[in-house]
């Protein structure tokens, strides 16, 4: 089954893997990609999927989105895991393309509008854009195929905090908005992407697939895996972003469960994603009020691992 996404995405280290897949897989069709400030500032994350787009030699529109948080003040980038240009301060090539004149938000709408019922969109970093969207057109929910999130956690704890992963942490009150809205959404959270861990020897397979954009992939892992390797003693680095492009290709690969999602906006729980299975009554409803999703809560880790060396190899 083939899809056509919208890919909202930071990028980011882990995103620019996953925007190789969304430019390579047979099965993708890539609409566009819109950006949002997260793991870099949003012009930097313009330029970087403006780069990975021509690298790969394809022409995809990229709309600019959210430089900040809905209500909070925006957190400094974390210069220490992507590099300060997002791409592991490897040296890269300037850019020739421009980026399409709509902001993020009016480049969903119109494209979810112009394919009702057709269009998934795939959100990996905080989900500003798909708020605004939402606030721009709230008949969206009726008319998009899928919602894929790379964001949350279930049972695993936090990254960024002991309770909050990074997406959900950066822009609380957006992924609240989104979490909660009545379509037919996907998590993708640290309870799977902590499984998978993408190693040097994936790499390298990688690495030789890509040409160009293979060498700015793996220069910036090369940065990526030294964090991993000093903060959380692992060799290797897990691919969050890329886990929710593997979701939606290869379902097979994942346990999930049915249930209603909360996100805490305020306090020291800040970013936490709060998860009511379905059907399970508590001492009042009010988890369990919000519409039906789906989490993902197990994974093949190994098995995703290779999908994504196998498809960008
Ligand atoms: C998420 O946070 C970002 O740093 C990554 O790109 C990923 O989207 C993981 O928590
Ligand atoms: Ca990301």
Request: proline content about 6%.
């Amino acid at each position: 089954m083939s899809h056509s996404i919208i890919f909202d995405t930071d990028p980011g280290v882990d995103d620019a893997q996953a925007i190789a897949i969304a430019l390579r897989h047979p099965e993708i069709e890539l609409l566009g990609m819109t950006t949002t400030y997260g793991n870099v500032d949003i012009e930097t994350a313009t330029h970087n999927a403006l780069l990975l787009s021509e690298l790969a030699e394809r022409d995809i529109p990229v709309a600019q989105g959210a430089a900040g948080p809905m209500v909070k003040p925006r957190h400094p980038a974390p210069a220490h895991i992507h590099g300060a240009n997002g791409l592991g301060n490897i040296e890269l090539p300037g850019v020739k393309g421009v980026k399409d004149p709509r902001s993020a938000a009016q480049f969903i709408v119109d494209t979810v509008n112009e394919r009702p019922g057709e269009v998934t969109l795939v959100a990996v970093g905080p989900v500003g854009n798909l708020a605004a969207a939402l606030q721009l057109d709230p008949d969206l929910t009726g008319k998009v195929r899928q919602v894929v999130i790379m964001g949350g956690s279930i049972r695993e704890g936090g990254n960024v905090t002991p309770v909050a992963e990074a997406n959900m942490f950066n822009d609380p009150h957006a992924a609240q908005r989104v979490l909660t809205a009545d379509w037919p959404l996907t998590l993708v959270g640290l309870d799977v992407t902590h499984r998978c861990v993408l190693s040097q020897a994936h790499m390298a397979r990688i690495e030789a697939g890509q040409g160009a954009l293979g060498k700015v992939l793996a220069g910036s892992y090369a940065f990526y895996r030294d964090f991993y390797r000093e903060f959380l003693g692992i060799d290797g680095c897990c691919p969050h972003d890329s886990c929710a492009l593997a979701w939606l290709l290869r379902p097979d690969l994942f346990t999930t469960a049915p249930g209603h999602l909360t996100v805490v906006t305020e306090g020291m729980a800040e970013g936490q994603t709060i998860f009511a299975p379905e059907g399970r009554g508590f001492i009042v409803d009010r988890w369990s009020q919000t519409p039906l999703v789906e989490v993902c809560l197990e994974v093949d880790g190994d098995a995703v691992v290779e999908w994504i060396a196998d498809t960008l190899g």
